[in-house]
């Protein structure tokens, strides 16, 4: 059974608190474009992250508003940056390291929030009973192409909200020759 592939580059997700920090008072995030999961939108918002060793301008912010801020990058990113982020869930913030965000109008220091997204599937509820599959099950993932891959470990998130997609960040899409709409086929073992 075969389902997209997208390519997820760094970017950021913000509490409303650091919002405000960041960008101004009452500031709100301004749409940019809709992403392909339903009611998630890149901003027009940007902001620079500094690590112990480096920094990484123009990092994208993700929305809507979340309930703790959260940088997603790839392991490259964190060389870069000086961090040893940790392949995590998204939301699974135990444990990571933190850096500084800076925005036009103030900087927030992150005590935590900085990980390397795991590869998941978002899957809507009548697609997980297509493909047999259950929320938190892990799966393999095959691509196709001069340089096919089998991914493990993948991790399938469930929800009426969801629109089928599987994510990997850029650089494993890029290793694995695989772009943004590719059909990658699901093992279900």
């Given at each position: ?49 500094v ?43 135990e ?22 997204a ?26 196709s ?45």
């Amino acid at each position: 059974m075969k389902l997209p592939i997208a390519l997820s580059n760094r970017h950021i997700h913000l509490g409303q608190k650091d919002i405000e920090v960041l960008f101004g008072d009452g500031a709100k995030l301004t749409h940019f474009k809709d992403l392909s999961q339903p009611g998630q939108c890149a901003c027009e918002e940007k902001v620079d992250v500094v690590g112990p060793k480096g920094e990484i301008k123009g990092v994208r912010v993700l929305g809507p508003a979340r309930g703790e801020t959260q940088l997603e990058i790839s392991l490259s990113d964190g060389f870069k940056l000086g961090v040893k982020a940790p392949i995590k869930d998204s939301g699974d913030l135990e444990g990571t390291p933190g850096v500084k965000i800076v925005g036009p109008k103030g900087e927030v220091e992150l005590e935590r929030g900085v990980i390397v997204a795991s590869r998941h599937i978002h899957m809507h509820t009548d697609d997980a009973e297509k493909f047999n599959v259950e929320d938190n099950q892990k799966v393999k993932i095959r691509t196709s192409g001069q340089r096919a891959v089998v991914f493990e470990n993948v991790l399938v998130r469930v929800s009426p909200k969801f629109a089928l997609e599987m994510h990997v960040d850029v650089e494993e899409g890029n290793a694995a020759g695989v772009r943004n709409g590719d059909l990658v086929e699901l093992i279900n073992e």
